[in-house]
Structure formats: structure tokens, C-alpha cells
């Protein structure tokens, strides 16, 4: 219940989280900033000392990032302008709906459609009549191709020449530019009083349904713009109806189609060789082709163009004006970005999209996180993190193979005379170690996160308990330096995933073969790290304790082992956070849990909120160990840099 | 004024978050994506150029791997026709609301395959034997819908399987292993070396029986569409003209292999299995009232719709256009 209402109101949650943050952010620096100075005097430069401490740089560090997302997500805009979506959602109706006259204007490009196709076309043909086939079409015949060739020329240039618009298309252009000025108008009145509709009421706010931004207007302002746009787009829809033909050039067009059509029929005749009726048909098309662009009369006169160019842009000053604090808002808070209103929604385009807000991730996260899978809860069938009953037997029959119980002496039980099963003992064996056999349970974690986790951890287990003596004894041996440097320096920088294929044949698509390729990358690690730290130690140590007396052992185990255990624990460091970086590759083999499974799934519908998800955990959970591993490296070699 | 600030606040962004500010698009080019490998008519219109000469402008051809890319592509503005998208990535894309629309029908091919290993001795008749099974399943695409679809015409309950969600060339090898009983499939290489273990859990008249069939389609922005219709007309026009000029004969199976990056053999036996549907057809067949585009996009947009999600069925359909086909 508490969720849902923190769901439902994630703008205020926001925006209180926001102030909290600001607040943290000023506090923590004029805090840090007088520690500063107080401790100034005490310290030299150098000193490692002067790390120690210092957490309310890391709440700075924190909320400064922390600031930075809600700010670039839209989470800020949503915090304290949670109607200012749907206010922009209206803006984007009219801008959707004015969208095909001001593709057409010189609006957002350089040059309007009119000059584009005039100076293409033109260019166009002039490239057909230089390449005009010589030997395809009789003496006539050319002089006919060229005549509609000019015929298509002369029409571009009549549909440009303000002197031949006809009078319908002036009449028609002036509603449009009229219309546009009403709407303009329409844009300027002051805003009324203004109730939404229940409809418009019922609506799931900003971000907490899957039509993102509600589409209905719910403020006077976000009305008005409604109002104006399903306006605009019957004008839009009279422009693109528009036609600039006058009786002239519709003369000249059935003129130019006729001669087409007796040309195109020419080149159908097949009196003579198939090729040059090929060359003809295929000539005669790309010219029918130009004159299909120019027959349906959407090139005007720049005079026109220029007047309707200025009523809309006076219309989107207006806009602009009547948007009034919107467009600041929109300015400040919509950074990189805006609300665009598509076929069936508004969605947010920009960093809002791939970006999602705190808010949402946390949303998301917390449904991922509830164990209920049976109600939308967990990830595929399986919950984040969670607890079962693990059955003894089933550890059992990992334990104890199948193929053991075939050695045993006998046979297995078959089908009696009655029709029945007759086991013998050793099917009862069988059924142990295949672990259908009630041992009692065991409590134990359960999902996603832990599934991931187990296979780091029992990868780091196996690098650190080969990795380290080997490393160790490479240090002070010959042999094991020898004979193992080439193996482990050969396979050490090749990629993990250039392994994964291989262990998909040989391990399968069990856990197994996972933790395998973890390992080989823990193990490297390791290897080299417990090397460089045994092979570091200082010789005059090594040589001080043998003329006391040490043995050999004794050495290893009070000399060289502390000697390398800076250097091995920084290796644990380090491989686990490349553990973490090759499970995502590791789990993508054959997935079926883990964190690195619901990346790669989620990747394959551009979910954000769910890759942000699975960033932040395997992110935390990273950070996590390494406090874990800080805080043991502080106990186990308190000694560390203070030698 | 606005504008300059919202440039200068957009060009801080992208230069702080490193994202894709939507590229000002050019008026006199357009940008097309296609797949390498996957083999259609209209190669031979992009190759001669035939496009350039009919739009008027110059198109531009950008491979892709994957259709997510396409619509991440589209949604940065540096993309404006899809062709052969995925339906899968297209109903995704929008039901994540991205703005993009379907315009055509690109190519209608046989339902990707399921194979299940020989020695199970499983087939359609005895199906229910999968219950229990681990299935290697790509996740959203295509062969996961092809999947969900087969087990729904064979009756069989999918929650009782282990599914794994493994990349075709790995499924295959996996189903060879035996650690998977069945594996869905897509594309040639993987589908010939499933192929030698395995056996479709359908045949293909089973398939057509079921009316179990997969199409890829043509989408565009939705910006693109209202600023440029006529552009777009004529583009499908090319592309129809191409498939209509198709008599697979040496000299066009030649170029278009080349232009897919597939040998001549291998293109050949691909193209056999796809079909062209004339825009005719396509009015008729896949955009009329009931028509199989939105009925194929809805059961779809079913399959893939996360929990407590919006009303597919009523959305879909709008983003489902044949206006263009004209």
C-alpha cells in the first residue's frame, strides 16, 4: 500500500528527494570546506593521513551525481512541473499537425520544397536531354521526346512564375493564410477559466502508465493549444489539397501526357531490336517519371510561398509568447530534448528517453525485487533476490554421478507379470543419487542477484585457492616459473569472450561452464598478482630470517606469504571487478538467470529502466565488495604503507 | 532566441552525456537501412541506383544487425525508412512509444523453426512429450514468436519448460551437445547445422495449417511520413517495380549476392523461400479491415507485452498504415 501511494506520487517524492539532495550537496560543502581549514595546519602535503576520513565529500560526490541525473532524466521537470509534459504534449499536437506545411516552407530547412524541386527536377532533365539515346528513337520521334522534355521544363517554370497562378489557387491561399492568422489570433486571447474533462481527469499522470505522458489536456493553456492544433490540422490537410494549376499549365499537362502516352507506345512496339526497345522504354520512363512529379501542381511561386512562410511563423511566435513560462521551463528543464507527439502518444525524446528518472529506476526496481512472483513480481519467473528451500537430495545427486550406480553389481528392476515395477535395490540407489529421495532442506538464497553472485563468488574462490599458491611458487622457483610462464602468459591476454563458444560445447549450458570462464579470468589475475608480490619481497628479509634459522617453510609462510599479501589482495580487487564485467558476456551464452541474463534480454527491447537496473546493481553490488575487500585488506595487513 | 538557447543547452548536453543529438536532416537525401544476408529484388533498384533516379534525391544505405538497431537508429534521427525490419523489433519499438510506423510488408518467409533433437523421438504427434524439456529460445524475436505460436498450436505448456535464451549460432550448438532438447532457429548457417541433429517440431504445411507464417516490414519515422509522402510513395513504387522485374536469372541472383554478401548458391536457396507480395496483394491481404499486418502485430504485441502494460490491440493498429502503398 505505502508503495503504490509513493508509486502514485513519484513527482513529489522527487521533488522532496531533490530539495534533500540540494540541501546535502550545500551542507556537506560548507562542512568540508571548514574541516579544510581546520585541519590545514596539521598536515604536509603527502601525508596519507590527509585521505583518511572526509565522508561528507562522498555525500557531496554523491548528491552532485545524483542532482545531475534527475536533472538530465526529466526527473527535476517532472519533480516541479509535473504538468508541464502534458502542456508540451499539446504543443507537440500542433507542431505534429502543422508538420506537413512547414516541411514544405523554408521553416526548419534552408529552402522550401518548392525551390527543392524546381532546381532538382530542372537539373534532372537537363541530364535527360544530354544523354538523349541517339540511335533509339527516329528523327521524329526525338524532336517529340525533346518537345516533352521542354513541355516539363516550361511547366516548372510557369508553376514559379507568380503571373500564372490561377485564381482558385489564390482564393485557396489566402483561407489558408487567413486561417493561419485566426489561429494566431485564437493564440492570443487570454486564457479563460477552464475545467478538464472527467476524461481528461482519469488519466494516469506524467510517467506512471505506459503511455508516458497523459494525451488529454488537463490545464486552460494546454487546451487552448488542443484546441488550436485539431485546428491547425484542417488547415494543414486544405494546404496539402492546394494545387497550383492554372488553365494554362493544365492544358500543357494533358498536352505533355498524351504525348507520353503515344511515345510510351512506340517504345512497345517491338518492330525492331529488343535492346533499343529496352533503351526507349526505360528512357521514356524516367522522363514520364519527372513529369509525375511536376503534374501534380505543388510547385508555387516564391511571392506565395513567402506570404503563407510569414503567417506561420507568425503563428509559432505566438506560440511561443502565449507558452510563456512554459517555454522557460521548457528551456531549463528539458534539457537535450523534447516532448513529440507521434500517431497514438506523446512520448519524450532525448535524454529523457534513454535516461530514465531515479524515480522510475527505483520503481522498477522495487517490482523486480518483490518475491511475489505470481503477481508481476521478479523477472522472468524468477525473483531478484530471495530464499527456498534447498533439498538436501539435490545437492546430493550434484555430488554423487549417475553413472556411479551403473558400476554397482546387478541389474535394474523391470516389469513384473502383474504389469507392475519391480525396483531392485539398485534402482533405489539410482533414485539417490538422482535425488528423488526426501533428505530435508536446507534454507537457502534464491534469484537473479544470487544466481550472478554464486558464480562470481565460487569463480573467486577457485582463482584464489589455485591462483595464489601457483603464483606464490612461480615467485620462488625455478621450475614453476618456467614450465608454467608460457601456459599462463598465452592464455592470459586472449578475451573471455573469445573463450565462450568454446565452453559452451565443452561445459554446456549449466552453471558449470560460467563459473569456468570466470575462473580462467580470476585466475590469471591471481597468478600474476601473487607473483609480483612473492617475487618483490625484500631480500635482505628473506636472508635475515634464513641466517636465524628459518627453514624453508618457515620462509614461505612468515616471509614471502605477508610479504606478497598487499599485491594479492589488491588481485582479488581487481578480478572481481572484471568477474563482474565477464558475467554479463558469460550469462549471454545461455541464459536463463542472473543479471547479466535480464541485461541481455532487456537490451533486446530497449528497456532503459530495466538496463539502468541492472547497471546500478551490478554497480553496487561491485562497490559493495570492494568495502568488504577494504575493510579486510585494513585488518588482515594493517601494516600497508606505513613500511 | 529559444531556439539559440535550446541549441546551446541540447549541444552541452550532448557533449556532457555523450548522447546522439538528432542529426538535421538533409532535405535532398535519405537514409535507408537494410540487413547484409538477407537477400531481396530491391537490391538490384539500390545497386542501379534506381532509387536516386526515381526519388530524385540520393538515398543512402546503411547496414544493420539487428532491427533494435534500426529503431535506435530511427529514433536518432539518422535513419528515415527501415527496410525489412523485424516485425518482432517493430512492435517492440512501439510499444516502448517510439514514433515510428509500418508501412509495407518488406518479405513474407516461412516461420523460423524449432528443432528438437532426433534421438528424443519427438515429433508434432507426441509433442506433449516436450513438456518438462529445456529449449534454447532467442528471446524477442522472431523464432521466440515462432516458438510461443507453435506450442500454443500443439497445445503444450511452456511454463513447464527451462527456457534459455541463447543467440541461434550458440542454440545450435547447444541442441548438437544435447544440453538443449529443442532449439529455435533463425538464419541459414545455424538452421543447416540444427538441422543435422535435429527436426522441426512442424513441417511446413503443418505450419501453414496453423497459419503460422513470419513477415519482415518496411517502417518509417513517423517524421519522415508527414514531410515526405510523396518520397516515400515512390520509394515503395521502386521497390515493388524491383520485385515485380524478379525472374531470378543469373545475371540478378549475380548482383544481388554480391550486394548481400552471400555466395550466388546460398542466395538462391534463401530467396526461394521468400515471398513478394505486390503492393496489390498487400492492400488486400495485409492492410484491409482484418487484415493480417495488425492481426500478426497484435498476437505479437500480446506475446511481448511486459505485465500490466497498455491496451496493445487498441495502439498497434494505428501505427499500421497501407496509405502509402498507392
Known sequence: MVLEWLSENRAIVAAIIILLLASSFLVSIIYGVQQTRLREKDQVFGDPERTVGGWFWSICGVSVLLLIWFYFSWGAARAFFPQAANELCQVGKLHEAISPVTASLAIQSRYSK??????????????????????????????????????????????????????????????VKSRFAAITNELKTPLQSWSPSQK?????????????????????????????????????????????????????????????????????????DPRIV??????????????????????????????????VRTMLQQLEKSKGALSIVEILFFPGGDIIKSRTQCTEQGPGRWLPKPTDVVATFLTLANPDVENGGGYKGTTLLWWKWLPI???????????????????????????????NYKDWVLLFAQGDVYLGALPMLDGHIWDSLFRVLVAMFFGVLLGVPLGIYMGVSRFCKSFFDPLIELYRPVPPLAWAPLILTIFGIQDDGKIFLLFMVAFAIMVISARTGASGTQLSKIRASHSLGASDRQILRYVILPNALPEIMTGIRISIGVCWGTLVAAEMLAGTTGVGFIENVARTVSDYELIWVTILIMGSLGLIFDLMMRWVIARLIPWRGKG | ?????????????????????????????VNVAFFLEWATPNQIAKVDKAYDDAMGVNVNWT????????????????????????????????????????????????????????????????????????????????????????????????????????????????????????????????????????????????????????????????????????????????????????????????????????DVSTTKNQMAGFIFPTAAEQ????????????????????????????????????????EYLD
Open chain 2, 63 to 262: 547496414n544493420f544487425s539487428t532491427g533494435v538497431q534500426m529503431t535506435e537508429a530511427m529514433l536518432a534521427g539518422d535513419i528515415d525508412i527501415a527496410y525489412s525490419q523485424g516485425l518482432a523489433p517493430f512492435i517492440t519499438a512501439t510499444q516502448q512509444g517510439a514514433p515510428i510506423k509500418m508501412v509495407s510488408v518488406a518479405v513474407i518467409y516461412e516461420a523460423n523453426d524449432c528443432f528438437v533433437k532426433n534421438d528424443l523421438g519427438i515429433s508434432s504427434s507426441n509433442a506433449s512429450e516436450l513438456e518438462g524439456k529445456t529449449v534454447a529460445v532467442p528471446l524477442n524475436t522472431m523464432a521466440d514468436f515462432a516458438f510461443r505460436k507453435y506450442m500454443q498450436a500443439l497445445n503444450i505448456n511452456t511454463s513447464t519448460m527451462k527456457i534459455v535464451d541463447q543467440a541461434p549460432a550458440d542454440g545450435a550448438v547447444s541442441l548438437a551437445d544435447g544440453s538443449v532438447d529443442m532449439a529455435c532457429i533463425f538464419g541459414g548457417d545455424s538452421a543447416k547445422k540444427a538441422g543435422e541433429v535435429g527436426t522441426p517440431i512442424m513441417s511446413s504445411q503443418q505450419k501453414r495449417d496453423a497459419g503460422i507464417g513470419s513477415f519482415d516490414v518496411v517502417s518509417v519515422t513517423e517524421k519522415f511520413a508527414t514531410e515526405n509522402p510523396g518520397l516515400l510513395r515512390t520509394f515503395l513504387e521502386v521497390t515493388h517495380e524491383a520485385n515485380a522485374n524478379w525472374t531470378a536469372s543469373a545475371s540478378q541472383l549475380k548482383k544481388v549476392a554480391s550486394d548481400a554478401g552471400m
Open chain 1, 278 to 311: 529496352k533503351t526507349r522504354a526505360d528512357y521514356m520512363k524516367a522522363v514520364d517519371r519527372i513529369f509525375k512529379r511536376i503534374d501534380d501542381g505543388k510547385i508555387f511561386p516564391a511571392s506565395v510561398m513567402t506570404d503563407i512562410q510569414g503567417s
Open chain 2, 1 to 29: 532566441m529559444k531556439r539559440f538557447t535550446k541549441n546551446i543547452v541540447s549541444a552541452s548536453v550532448a557533449a556532457v552525456m555523450m548522447g546522439g543529438a538528432a542529426a538535421a536532416q538533409a532535405a535532398d537525401s
Open chain 1, 393 to 423: 537430495s539435490d545437492v546430493v545427486s550434484l555430488l554423487v554421478p549417475d553413472g556411479l550406480v551403473d558400476l554397482l553389481p546387478g541389474d535394474y528392476g523391470t516389469l513384473n507379470k502383474q504389469g507392475n515395477f519391480q525396483p
Open chain 1, 114 to 175: 518548392s525551390k527543392t524541386l524546381l532546381v532538382r527536377n530542372s537539373k534532372q532533365l537537363r541530364e535527360l536531354k544530354a544523354r538523349l539515346p541517339v540511335d533509339a528513337f527516329l528523327e521524329n520521334d526525338k524532336v517529340r521526346v525533346l518537345k516533352v522534355i521542354n513541355n516539363t521544363q516550361k511547366l516548372i517554370n510557369m508553376m514559379a512564375n507568380p503571373d500564372f497562378v490561377g485564381q482558385k489557387t489564390i482564393r485557396e491561399i489566402e483561407k
Open chain 1, 200 to 272: 481528461a481527469l482519469q488519466q494516469p499522470s506524467w510517467g506512471i502508465s505506459e503511455p508516458e505522458i497523459p494525451m488529454l489536456p488537463i490545464s486552460a493553456k494546454g487546451a487552448l493549444f488542443d484546441l488550436v492544433s485539431s485546428e491547425a490540422k484542417s488547415i494543414s490537410n486544405d494546404f496539402l489539397g492546394i494545387r497550383n494549376l492554372s488553365p494554362i499549365a493544365k492544358d500543357l499537362i494533358s498536352e505533355t501526357k498524351a504525348m507520353i502516352a503515344n511515345l510510351k507506345k512506340l517504345s512497345s512496339a517491338s518492330d525492331r
Open chain 2, 283 to 322: 492492400k488486400e491481404q495485409f492492410f484491409g479491415p482484418k487484415g493480417v499486418a495488425v492481426s500478426a502485430a497484435e498476437s505479437l504485441g500480446l506475446v511481448f507485452k511486459k505485465p500490466g502494460a497498455w491496451n496493445v490491440d487498441q495502439k498497434i493498429s494505428k501505427v499500421i498504415t497501407g
